[in-house]
DNA sequence: GTCTATAGGTGGATAGAC
DNA sequence: GTCTATCCACCTATAGAC
């Protein structure tokens, strides 16, 4: 993180930053090299080419993710805390890397030319479906409400610190901080926010839904004609 | 949208496609003018170089965007009925193009050299103010809860429908479709639990939200240790 | 308006000295 | 292990014929 013993994590750290600011194909080799404090040509040393070197630093990362994210379930003693934990870990890893959202969006983004199925698919296993299950035990203690597909509530719930992090120049400007983005208390109300968000969407009594004028469980898609 | 009549639009479009798929940097001229079909040093003809050729693409998009959204409102009679339609729209045009939500994602993504800012900032000024108003509207007729950070709300509630494109291969392979996303009638059974989801967090009377172990509106943000 | 040809520059990757 | 030097491919952009 700070001051790397060997050539190599120095090397991966410079491409992380870089990666995540520029993307894959703006950064070139030189730029890493320069960044690491080492010639461009030892990189070739280390790793086999660019993208081998971008697939490393994505299985480091990944993989911290994984981790960071098991060890907030492993913490949580019921569905909801488990949720609460889950959405403040997503804030924390979130927000002292501030760079890392941005090189798992892009990879999200670029995911036609995938270079991180695998690690995804495993982010899926571990993390996701760990949150479902959750949900469906919170749905059979009759905490949160049965008339919900879990798969949905749970992308639900982790979208809101995803895309706050994303969008973080856009966020910024909305909310009247410009494009550096929000300052880090306005990141933690948020996270704070999202939490409340979801639990109250998943525990809100269905009596609570519809209740207006538009159709809501019906079939039809035709929204209203003007009166 | 299908056989351009003019040779300016046909690059316009190709170029959005290329864009959109493999980002700013990994698509070159050549590409664009072969997806054109014509010779690529014509776009030199038509715009002053690569970046200027890329702002009007990405003006395009967002000026329908909002347009978009901002027909969503105008046929909404409640504050409810409002963000069901706004959800809905966002699901429309989002599924109707399906490589325009990954430049928009790009562009949020690559903000430090921005691109859009001055149309991210229209974007949010149209439709996420009027957002934040229909919630406070709610809020004050009593239907949504008070307390709750209205522009929070409005962020979550956005969050759902772009999370759930942009994320599209992770999303297809924790849903079980693959990495090839989600197919059409799933996005369209996520954008009704999406409105769905907001609405229940928004009417959820205040006494719904915290009645657990874990500590909610107390201050301290340590998780409780292992018993 | 649309093309051919090409200049000018940069990037990924290698060879080989130290 | 780390560096210098360099090759080759390819990309942006321009010049100019038609």
Do not use: W
């Amino acid at each position: 993180m700070s001051e790397p013993v060997d050539t190599r994590t120095a090397i991966l750290d410079a491409a992380e930053r870089l990666f995540s600011v520029r993307g894959f194909a703006a950064t070139t080799i030189k730029q890493i090299g320069a960044a690491a404090g080492v010639n461009s040509a030892l990189l070739y040393y280390y790793f086999a080419d660019k993208e081998t070197l971008y697939r490393e630093v994505l299985g480091r990362l990944l993989t911290g993710l994984i981790a960071a994210g098991g060890k907030a379930f492993d913490e949580a003693h019921s569905p909801e805390e488990a949720i609460r934990s889950l959405v403040r870990a997503q804030a924390a890893t979130l927000a002292s890397t501030p760079f890392v959202p941005r090189l798992i969006a892009r990879e999200l983004v670029d995911n036609d030319a995938s270079h991180a199925t695998q690690h995804i698919t495993k982010l899926a296993a571990e993390i996701f479906t760990r949150l479902c299950e959750m949900i469906r035990e919170g749905q059979r203690a009759g905490i949160f409400r049965s008339n919900l597909d879990p798969q949905f509530a749970a992308i639900s719930t982790i979208s809101q610190m995803v895309y706050f992090h994303i969008a973080r120049p856009a966020v910024g400007i909305i909310l009247g901080h410009g494009t550096a983005g929000p300052p880090p208390d306005t990141a933690r109300a948020f996270a704070r926010h999202a939490a409340d968000f979801a639990i109250a969407a998943l525990t809100a009594p269905p009596s609570a839904i519809p209740r207006t004028p538009s159709p809501t469980r019906s079939r039809s898609r035709m929204s209203r004609r003007k009166a």
